[in-house]
């Protein structure tokens, strides 16, 4: 049994390869202006957009719980004020 094996051939010949150029191209959008880099507070924003975004619910589910313990903390203070100023009379 014999293994033959074949070489593609490309259709550029490596010998005629283009001259590289001696300083890198900037980038340029379409009107031809140099694309500048989005700034620190641009970049943070878009991050935290992005992080909010894909965890809506679980804030929004935290958000509820906060909302919920402010709320009964609210309902014990107004609830057991009278409570225990009518044991504090009765003990004293």
Known sequence: MAIV???QTSSRSSSRSRPRQATPRKKTSRR?????RPSLTQRA???????I???ADELTG???VAVGLVAVAGLVVL???????AADRTVA
């Open 79 to 85: 609830t057991r004020t009278p409570l225990r100023d």
């Open 32 to 36: 031809g202006t140099v694309a500048r």
């Open 62 to 64: 935290l958000l509820l």
């Open 5 to 7: 094996t074949t070489r």
């Open 45 to 51: 924003v878009r991050s935290s957009s992005r992080v």
């Open 53 to 55: 975004g894909r965890h």
